[in-house]
Structure formats: structure tokens, C-alpha cells
């Protein structure tokens, strides 16, 4: 389960572009907060501190509670943030509230376990990470910080689906209408050539079908994260 973090902000009352350069020229990062039927509560954060958070490689599914001075610090869950494409600084953070059991999709990393244990990878092949993360719906209480993924075992031409991984308790997959792919262990290209050498000689063999399917699912694209466009 990824860690709930604090963040520290102040309530902002003045909107608008001029404001909001205000804002970063002394540090600060403007954001909003919204969701659950509330009006939405545009604040500022440390830069610094956000850039912290930012760091830890799980901040946009770590349950993050936004204490604005008022005594109740309000929970929530990281929905967006806009960078500078120069200086790759954080100029904006949308916040979604979420109640403490509110079922949530999130994003959650590949963790691959166990390569020393792979025949594939021990006899020169490659490991083709299709998706790199997994999307969830969990309850917000138990988000998973990583899911970590066994290699033991696989050999060249094996690949990961969905239906292989065990997910936490209570958390299933966003993508339910395919056994989709998540990686594959692939021959190198000297062991390829030798391999299509072999083929030939042997009057010629099929193409693997798994090789069309992680590349399908290499190609396929996520939607955006909902959020309030940066200011």
C-alpha cells in the first residue's frame, strides 16, 4: 500500500494567469481542489515540498491530505500536473476529494521480480515491457504502491497477461474486456537470426501470435486523467 502523504497549503483568492505567476515567482505552486459535489477550493503549495512528493515516483496514486490551516485537513487524490516544457517545473496540481473507503482508478507501476530465475533472460533474451503500469480501481484506503511481477520460470517467447498477475485483495483491473498483454520475453537479434536460419531450413515456421499482441498492446493509448486545465 503506497504511504498517505501531507502537503501544506494556503487558500488562494485571487485567480488568473497574472496571479498564478505571482505565485510561482515566490515558490509556490497554484492548484485546485474538487470533486464530490463541493465547490472547488483553488490554493497554493511549497514548490519544494511538491517537488518532494513528486520525487518519490508515486504521487499520483498516493492518497495525499491537503491541510490548508482550517484544522481539517481535506483527502484527496492527485489528478494532474502541468509542467513547464523549458524548465520541467510543476506550474499546476489538480486534487480530487475522495472519501476514505471511495473506490478510485489509479495508475500503479510494474515492479518485475526475479530475473536472475528466467531461462529466457539467462540465455540472452530480452525483456519487452509492454505496459509499464496498470490501471486499478481499488479502494482509496489500500492503494498498492507497486505490483511486482514474477519472471520465474519464463522462457523466450513467454509472455505476461492480466490474467497471470495477482492483484491485491479488492483491486481489479480497469481493463476488463481483454486478457491484455503486459510483457514479453523476447529473443535478442543475433538469436533471432539463428532462429529464422533454423526456420528456413526446416521448411519455415509461423510467426509466434504473441509477438502481434504485445505489439497491438505496445500501440494502444491511454485517456487522459480528468482534471481542471492548468492556469
Do not use: W
Not at 167 to 185: E, N, Q
Amino acid at each position: 500500500m503506497s504511504d498517505q502523504l501531507t502537503l501544506a497549503a494556503e487558500t488562494r483568492d485571487r485567480g488568473g494567469k497574472g496571479a498564478s505567476r505571482d505565485l510561482r515567482r515566490n515558490g509556490r505552486v497554484p492548484a485546485v481542489i474538487y470533486g464530490m459535489k463541493q465547490d472547488p477550493i483553488s490554493i497554493h503549495v511549497e514548490e519544494k515540498a511538491l517537488v518532494r512528493a513528486l520525487m518519490t515516483g508515486h504521487f499520483m496514486n498516493t492518497v495525499v491530505m491537503v491541510d490548508t490551516g482550517n484544522g481539517k485537513p481535506t483527502r484527496t487524490l492527485p489528478k494532474d500536473v502541468a509542467f513547464d516544457v523549458v524548465t520541467d517545473r510543476p506550474l499546476h496540481v489538480d486534487f480530487l476529494r475522495i472519501s476514505e473507503h471511495a473506490t478510485v482508478h489509479v495508475n500503479v507501476p510494474v515492479h518485475f521480480t526475479d530475473e536472475e530465475e528466467c531461462k529466457g533472460i539467462k540465455i540472452g533474451g530480452v525483456l519487452n515491457v509492454v505496459r509499464h503500469e496498470l490501471e486499478l480501481i481499488v479502494d482509496a484506503a489500500d492503494i498498492p504502491g507497486e505490483i511486482a511481477i514474477s519472471l520465474k520460470g519464463l522462457e523466450v517467447g513467454d509472455s505476461i497477461h492480466i490474467s497471470h498477475v495477482a492483484l491485491p485483495k479488492g483491486a481489479k483491473s480497469a481493463i476488463d474486456d481483454r486478457d491484455f498483454t503486459i510483457a514479453t520475453i523476447i529473443a535478442p537479434s543475433a538469436l533471432k537470426s539463428t532462429e529464422g536460419d533454423n526456420e528456413t531450413e526446416a521448411g519455415g515456421a509461423e510467426a509466434p501470435a504473441e509477438t502481434a499482441d504485445a505489439e497491438g498492446e505496445a500501440a494502444a493509448t491511454e485517456a487522459p486523467a480528468e482534471g481542471d486545465t492548468a492556469e
